[in-house]
Nanobody, 120 residues
Framework: QVQLVEPGGGLVQAGGSLRLSCAAS????????MGWYHQAPGKQRELVAT???????NYADSVKGRFTISRDNAKNTVYLRMNSLKPEDTAVYYC??????????????WGQGTQVTVSS
C-alpha cells in the first residue's frame, strides 16, 4: 500500500505565497513522475504542474512564471511553491505520484487533497 500525505494549504490574500508539500510512503520501489492538480468547485480536475524523476518540469499556462514544482527523491516528496496567487487559483489541490510498488505494480496514487483559498 502507498499513501500520499499533503499537509499545507490554507487561506492567503491575493498576491501572497504558499508552499504545498506531498510525501509518499509505503511499499515503494520507485517513483516516476509526480505532480499537482487542482479542482475548483463545479469544474474538472486540471493539471497544474508535473516533474519527472530526472527533474524535467511541465506547467499549465495559467501558472507559468508564478508556480514552481520541485521534488526531493530521497524523501519521496514533491513540493509546489505558489507565488503571486490570484483568486482564480482557489481550488482543492491534489498531488499525484506514478509509483512502481515493491511488488512490481505500477500505479498512479492520489493524495487526499488540500484546500487553497485566495481572497481578493
Amino acid at each position: 500500500q502507498v499513501q500520499l500525505v499533503e499537509p499545507g494549504g490554507g487561506l492567503v490574500q491575493a498576491g501572497g505565497s504558499l508552499r504545498l508539500s506531498c510525501a509518499a510512503s509505503g511499499s515503494i520501489f520507485s517513483i516516476n513522475a509526480m505532480g499537482w492538480y487542482h479542482q475548483a468547485p463545479g469544474k474538472q480536475r486540471e493539471l497544474v504542474a508535473t516533474i519527472t524523476s530526472g527533474g524535467s518540469t511541465n506547467y499549465a499556462d495559467s501558472v507559468k512564471g508564478r508556480f514552481t514544482i520541485s521534488r526531493d527523491n530521497a524523501k519521496n516528496t514533491v513540493y509546489l511553491r505558489m507565488n503571486s496567487l490570484k483568486p482564480e487559483d482557489t481550488a482543492v489541490y491534489y498531488c499525484n505520484a506514478d509509483v512502481t510498488t515493491s511488488w512490481g505494480i505500477r500505479y498512479a496514487y492520489w493524495g487526499q487533497g488540500t484546500q487553497v483559498t485566495v481572497s481578493s
